[in-house]
């Protein structure tokens, strides 16, 4: 049974239409309250959000759809979203909801659910509030309405589990960091928690205005943040996105660093230290066919799931694993967390700078990439890879690779785009491929 609210990541749309309005949020808040109401407690849930210009309107109607189905309401204002799946936990919650278009522009937002393990919730439990949501949740009795209230110590509660994240006697004094917030939900915790474990921080994208977020700065546009280390001869960067889950590095040089190489280099450093779980690392079909070499000659496995860390999360989980993300930059690290958290992975980075006494640049590219191209084609309507055509040409690609790369085509779970990716050992055919592929696509758009 397909889901018709929830995507690979939460709901999540342009507000003020289809799923992402008050009207529905509220109806989200008395579905999953309703949900996630057992027993005879006293029920309560966390919210968090963004620092989006739609997070205040998101914010007040889920409250009111939570309070009119009994549940007390915990706000904690701008935060990361691990932050609200930690203190879910913390708070002895019954679930946690951050408010969050992750790296989309401003004039999305979405609703991301955590249940009070601080996991995302399973598929059964996002179809069972769908069906909540589509019909009449009964309401509370006027004396049983939640009350809502704000907590002014969230951050530093965050900012505390995130220093104990790191050894005791890692300090970064010395250290020059560039910090881009992409004018995001970690715009105040993130600078906090790397200045006062030593570093000299220099910061980006920490003047949200509830219109910038993601907007040209942060993990997806990588400019500014490599400008900025070259120009402060800053021993390395840290570039999150707007809730916080990612995190690209840049070196001293201004090159960039991805997921792969991110997860390459902590699953290193912990085998060495003997705590790496599930003999390798898990992450998606994206990731590099270089990282999936490297893994195999230091004797780690490389287990691939569908895009989405959700889908990483799940297969760690099952294996054993406690080092998993994504190319993009979701990194997981179960041993602190419940999901992605770019902050913790950056803390284990610096935290290698210290130890190794190396460059960022000798230190961080661990691994050569295979060469590996991804294009999006946009589309509306029904989904191109339907089309007998664009399925002729995929197949006449996978034969062409076969033996020397990987075609990855799919459908993106947060947006209208098809994603083409090819990876190689021969850069013109890989080239060739997506291009071809892409032109049939949109032909058929």
Not at 10 to 38: D, E, L
Not at 168 to 191: E, F, H, M, S, T
Not at 289 to 311: A, F, P, Q
């Amino acid at each position: 049974m397909g889901r018709k609210f929830f995507g690979t990541d939460g709901i999540r749309g342009q507000t003020n239409r289809g799923a992402m309005t008050a009207a529905m949020a509220m109806k989200v808040g008395q579905a999953a309250g309703a949900h996630f109401r057992r027993g005879d407690h006293r029920h309560r849930v966390v919210i968090g959000k963004d620092t989006r210009l739609s997070g205040y309107m998101m914010e007040s109607a889920l409250v009111a759809g939570f309070t009119s189905v009994g549940m007390d309401v915990i706000m904690t204002g701008p935060l990361p979203t691990p932050a609200i799946a930690l203190l879910t936990r913390e708070m002895r919650a019954d679930m946690g909801v951050m408010i969050s278009a992750s790296h989309n522009k401003y004039q999305d937002n979405g609703i991301k659910l955590f249940g009070p393990d601080g996991f995302k919730l399973s598929d059964d439990d996002e179809l069972a509030i769908e069906a909540l949501i589509e019909s009449d949740v009964p309401l509370a009795s006027s004396d049983a309405i939640g009350r809502a209230r704000r907590i002014e110590d969230s951050r530093g509660r965050y900012i505390h589990a995130v220093k104990q994240s790191v050894a005791n006697d890692i300090r970064l004094d010395g250290l020059k960091v560039v910090v881009d917030c992409a004018n995001g939900a970690a715009y105040q915790v993130a600078p906090s928690a790397i200045w006062e474990l030593g570093a000299d921080v220099i910061t980006l994208g920490v003047t949200p205005n509830g219109t910038n977020i993601n907007d040209g700065v942060g993990s997806t546009a990588l400019d500014a943040i490599k400008a900025k280390v070259v120009a402060e001869g800053a021993d390395i960067g840290i570039a999150l996105d707007g809730d916080a889950d990612r995190l690209i590095v840049i070196d001293e040089k201004g090159q960039e660093v991805d997921g792969d190489q991110i997860m390459a280099l902590i699953a290193t450093r912990m085998l060495e230290r003997g705590t790496l779980r599930g003999g390798g690392v898990v992450s998606t079909v994206m990731s590099n066919l270089g990282l999936e070499r490297y893994l195999g000659t230091i004797g780690l496995t490389l287990e691939r799931t569908k895009v989405g860390d959700r889908y990483v999360l799940e297969r760690m989980r099952e294996g054993g694993f406690n080092v998993g993300g994504e190319q993009s930059g979701h990194m997981i690290l179960l041993d602190h967390g419940t999901t992605g958290d770019g902050t913790v992975a950056a803390l284990r980075v610096l935290a290698g700078l210290v130890r190794s006494e190396k460059r960022a640049s000798e230190l961080c590219h661990v691994f050569d990439r295979v060469p590996q191209l991804l294009r999006n084609v946009r589309y509306a309507g029904a989904s191109p890879l339907e089309n007998a055509a664009v399925k002729a040409c995929i197949a006449d690609a996978e034969g062409e690779l076969a033996g020397k790369g990987r075609l990855v085509i799919r459908a993106s779970g947060t947006e209208p785009l098809i994603r083409v990716m090819a990876e190689g050992d021969d850069p013109a055919q890989v080239d060739a491929v997506v291009v071809r592929i892409c032109a049939e696509v949109e032909k058929a758009v």
